[in-house]
C-alpha cells in the first residue's frame, strides 16, 4: 500500500508521543535511549515512503507514472541525487514535492479512467509539465541541465515525442516528428511492448527515423556517462549486474564511434551478423 503524506503524517506523531510535554531537554542516557528509537523510526517512515513512490508512486501503473513525472521521478533517485550533488535540504524537498505530487496523480488517473481517451495523454503531460516547473525551482540551473542529460539516457530517442524542446534541439520535421510519435505510441504509456525482443524493434523502428547526424547530435546531449540503477516494479526483486545468461537478449543502445562521425545501434545488428565488443584502455 503507498504510504503518502497523510500516512507519514501519523505514524510521526504515533512516534513522537511519548516525549510530548516534557518541555526540557533531553540530558540523561535513559531519556535519550528512549528517543533514539523514535528518531529512528521517523527517519524510517521517511525511507519507506521515498522507496514505495520510488516504484508504484499512488498506486499508478509503473509505465503511466514514469510519463507523467517525468524528471521528478528520476530527481527521486539517491544515485542521481548523489550525481546532481544535492544537498540534504534540497533532497528533503524533492521528497515532499513527490508525495505532494503522487496524491495528485493517483486522484488524476481515476478522474481519467472513465473519460476519452484522446484527452488522456495531454492532462497527464500537462501534469508533468507543471511538476517539472516545480522541480525547476528547486534546482540549480546546472543541475536542472545534468538531470536532463540523465532523462536522455534514460528514455532514448523516443523522449522526443512528447517532448517539443528535445525535438526542437534534435530539429526534427513535422514528418519525422509525426512518423516517431506513430513507432513510439506515447499516447499508449501503459501499452509498451512486453518482450525484450519486441521492445528492441520498436527502438530501431524509432531509430529509423533520425538522421545520422541527429543521432549522433543525441548522443552530445546525453552528456558524461552516468550509470542509471535498474528499474524494477514494486514487488519485484532487483536484478543483480551480470546476471545476463548465454542466450539472453542483450540491453539495447546507441554509441558514437571514436571519430564521433557516426552512431551504431546494438539492435540494428539483430538477424544481420555477430557484434563483438571489446572493452580496453589505453594510458
Known sequence: MPFGTSELRRAIRR?????RGRGRVFNSISTAGRVAPILASTVLAFSVAAGVLAQNPAGVPAALGREAEGKLSLAAVPEVQEELKLSPEVRKSILELRMKR??????????????????????????????????????????????TEILLRRDGLRAAATRPDIASRL????????????????????????????????DRRIA??????????????????????????????????????A????????????DGK???????????????LVFGSVT
Do not use: C, H, W
Not at 104 to 122: C, I
Open 15 to 19: 512516534s513522537a508521543a511519548p516525549v
Open 102 to 147: 503522487s496524491a495528485l496523480l493517483g486522484e488524476l488517473v481515476s478522474s481519467l479512467r472513465n473519460g476519452p481517451p484522446e484527452k488522456r495523454m495531454p492532462r497527464l503531460l500537462a501534469f508533468r509539465d507543471e511538476g517539472e516547473k516545480l522541480l525547476g525551482a528547486l534546482l540549480k540551473d546546472g543541475e536542472s541541465a545534468r538531470l
Open 171 to 202: 530539429m526534427l520535421s513535422g514528418d519525422q516528428l509525426s512518423r516517431l510519435k506513430a513507432v513510439a505510441q506515447p499516447d499508449r504509456p501503459g501499452m509498451a511492448p512486453r518482450s525484450p525482443e519486441a521492445r528492441m524493434e520498436q
Open 208 to 245: 529509423e527515423v533520425y538522421t545520422e547526424d541527429q543521432r549522433r547530435l543525441f548522443v552530445t546531449l546525453q552528456g558524461a556517462p552516468f550509470q542509471l540503477p535498474i528499474e524494477v516494479p514494486a514487488g519485484a526483486r532487483r536484478p543483480q549486474a551480470g546476471r545476463l545468461k
Open 247 to 258: 542466450g539472453e537478449v542483450a540491453p539495447d543502445f546507441v554509441l558514437a564511434d571514436l
Open 262 to 276: 557516426n552512431t551504431f545501434q546494438l539492435a540494428s545488428f539483430r538477424d544481420k551478423k555477430p557484434v563483438v
